[in-house]
């Protein structure tokens, strides 16, 4: 598991969410299974775990463990399947919103401007659109949006109009491809950070992670149980402010409703007041967790 993906705030991330050992709980980004493996750890013989992932190289790792299902599929379901397997509802839920190391590491996965390999970026390689479709059929308006947005980019329109020029004399199907194109736009310094964002922005619109995180969230409230909680690690503010808003108001637009007594009608109360970040030593020995932040909250 080590090999596949360290994870990240895993002791912060497990304490926060098993309160009950003979609970129900979900990992809802499997991954590698280390988290999954710890919760497992602190479970009794009559406690259960049901994890999700939509990428079929993570069910490899998949425990024996009478306690376990392994679900292939978007945590974005996490509520269909509760209603099927867990109608009582769940004590924990946990999601780790990385991607994996495995998939970083994987040249051909096209995660990485690391490697000159094909522009995929599909964290389910069953999926039908890859990174290379985005930025060969996109209009310019399109592609800065998605840069501006999901990346938060710089100069997001001089990026858009460099990738639409490019292509116009070859399709961009190589990362390598897309990192000559863009090259002009590049600053001197830090690059690399530059790049990453790049990455980001078209990883985030591949897979729909945005749209699919506001489902799972959704989900996740109506899947918990009375006193459950919820903890969920991001690596970006898109990701932060989503789960911040949530976790506070029960919406992701951060849009405060009250009763008609005046009362906040958020179905959460806040477990951890600020997020809760890596000590020095984690981000020493895995710099991939040097943006990581956990919220907890629990249902009310």
């Given at each position: 598991m080590s090999v596949y993906h360290k994870p990240v705030l895993l002791h912060e991330s497990v304490d926060g969410i098993v309160?009950?050992?003979?609970?129900?709980y979900a990992d809802a980004t499997f991954g590698g299974g280390g988290h999954s493996a710890e919760i497992l750890r602190r479970l009794s013989p009559l406690g259960c775990l049901i994890a999700f992932d939509c990428d079929a190289d993570a069910e490899a790792n998949a425990p024996k463990d009478p306690r376990f299902t392994f679900i292939h599929n978007n945590?974005?379901?996490?509520?269909?399947?509760?209603?099927?397997?867990?109608?009582?509802?769940?004590?924990?839920?946990?999601?780790?919103?990385?991607?994996?190391?495995?998939?970083?590491?994987?040249?051909?996965?096209?995660?990485?401007?690391?490697?000159?390999?094909?522009?995929?970026?599909?964290?389910?390689?069953?999926?039908?659109?890859t990174a290379a479709d985005i930025v060969n059929s996109y209009t310019q308006d399109?592609?800065?949006k998605i840069l501006r947005l999901y990346g938060e980019v710089?100069?997001?329109?001089?990026?858009?109009?460099?990738?639409?020029?490019?292509?116009?004399?070859?399709?961009l199907l190589t990362t390598e491809d897309l990192d000559n194109a863009i090259a002009a736009a590049l600053p001197s310094f830090a690059p690399h950070k530059f790049l990453a964002k790049v990455y980001q922005a078209?990883?985030?619109?591949?897979?729909?992670?945005?749209?699919?995180?506001?489902?799972?969230?959704?989900g996740a409230g109506a899947s918990l149980r009375k006193g459950g909680r919820l903890a969920v690690i991001t690596y970006h503010s898109l990701e932060d402010r989503m789960v911040k808003n949530f976790?506070?108001?029960?919406?992701?637009?951060?849009?405060?409703?009250?009763?008609?007594?005046?009362?906040?009608?958020s179905p959460f109360k806040a477990v951890t007041r600020k997020p809760i970040v890596p000590a020095d030593d984690e981000i020493g020995d895995n710099t991939r967790a040097r943006s990581a932040k956990l919220r907890i909250a629990e249902k009310i």
């Open positions: 309160i009950n050992p003979a609970g129900s945590f974005r379901f996490i509520h269909n399947y509760a209603l099927l397997l867990r109608p009582e509802g769940f004590d924990g839920i946990l999601a780790d919103l990385g991607v994996s190391s495995h998939q970083f590491d994987t040249a051909e996965r096209g995660f990485s401007f690391r490697f000159n390999a094909p522009l995929d970026m599909r964290m389910n390689v069953q999926g039908h659109r399109e592609l800065e710089k100069e997001s329109g001089r990026l858009a109009s460099l990738i639409v020029a490019a292509r116009e004399k070859a399709p078209l990883r985030i619109e591949v897979n729909g992670e945005m749209r699919s995180l506001e489902k799972f969230l959704q976790m506070k108001t029960g919406n992701i637009e951060g849009r405060e409703e009250k009763d008609i007594y005046g009362r906040s009608a």
